[in-house]
């Protein structure tokens, strides 16, 4: 499901892993469609909505199962333009290549923004799906495996896991983050020492700020990270592979200023930055704007799930948090 982003968080060769499965069959339900676009206005009659001389504007672009949108909002959440793609096929063999998807679609959302509204746009952020795992060369930001994608399941790395988590955390999931890292370190030879975890929305701002080793606590959230501690918790960091841990920010975090190359050729500012983003879910629950304690958003997927404002932290697997 696509979520689209309306809030102001923006502001201040690869063989299928043998033992990964998933409850759906992506590669059956890729539609063999050409990518679609539209920009549009949020109010209706007019072509778009007035900017104010000085206004800056925001940029939040959302990746989900099935495609991928932008949406240009000011400080206020004002829509200034918005559109959307799906992604374009690409197949590696008899998979699909989701990393040639994901990287095409997002210049094509860059080249569907308005060109006027590119140079007063402040700062850029993307949303992905949760749990969307990949595995890169921490030196070129290559994919060393295929990615993991946020439905599928680990289960030979679910025991490993549980012996070193506590009980019903997070990461006690076979889908996990974690229990992707662990399966595929335990099937690897090589290239350990020269690997990298991001999930797909790092990868993605990555490829836009070039400073590679960064996510936010939201997606680090089922790869064990603690926010209480505000860190990697030590039955964590003692694993060999806690190496290709992504260093944590806070969502909206500035990490860089847009690469010089992608500035140019888009027209943006050169000062426009380019920010931690978090995964969709949390960028919907941001958009119903459910700020105050108690409020909670219902997401009615094949799997329906709640998420509730809350002053304290609560982790507890069996109860979706």
């Avoid at 949760?130 to 946020?150: C, H, K, N, Q, V």
Wanted: charged letters at 20%.
């Amino acid at each position: 499901m696509l979520s689209s982003i309306n809030h102001p968080l923006l502001c201040p060769s690869l063989p299928k892993h043998g033992y990964c499965s998933s409850r759906t069959r992506i590669c059956n339900i890729v539609r063999k469609k050409r990518a679609r676009t539209m920009a549009f206005a949020s109010n209706e009659g007019n072509s778009e909505v007035g900017v104010q001389v000085g206004e800056q504007l925001y940029l939040g672009l959302d990746f989900g199962t099935s495609g991928a949108r932008f949406a240009l909002i000011d400080r206020g959440g004002t829509i200034h333009a918005q559109g959307k793609r799906e992604y374009p096929l690409y197949k590696r063999k008899e998979t699909v290549d989701w990393v040639h998807s994901w990287k095409q679609t997002l210049f094509l959302l860059l080249e569907d923004i308005p060109f006027h509204l590119r140079q007063i746009i402040a700062s850029i952020s993307i949303d992905g799906t949760s749990a969307t795992t990949m595995i890169l060369d921490s030196t070129t930001g290559e994919p060393l495996w295929r990615p993991f994608l946020y439905n599928e399941s680990c289960p030979d790395a679910l025991p490993i896991v549980k012996s070193i988590a506590p009980e019903n955390h997070t990461v006690c999931s076979g889908s996990s983050t974690l229990c992707k890292l662990v399966s595929w370190w335990n099937t690897v030879d090589s290239n350990k020492e020269s690997a990298a975890l991001l999930h797909q929305a790092d990868w993605l701002l990555w490829l836009l700020h070039g400073n590679l080793g960064v996510t936010d606590y939201n997606n680090a959230l089922k790869v064990g990270y603690d926010p209480e501690l505000d860190s990697y918790p030590p039955w964590l960091l003692s694993q060999s592979y806690s190496q290709l841990l992504p260093s944590v920010k806070a969502p909206g975090t500035p990490i860089g200023v847009l690469k010089e190359d992608i500035r140019t050729q888009y027209g943006f500012a050169k000062d426009c930055v380019v920010c931690t983003g978090t995964t969709d879910s949390i960028a919907a629950f941001l958009a119903a704007r459910a700020t105050k304690p108690g409020k909670a958003v219902r997401y009615l997927l094949d799997l329906p799930f709640s998420f509730i404002q809350s002053l304290l932290w609560v982790q507890h697997l069996l109860l979706n948090f």
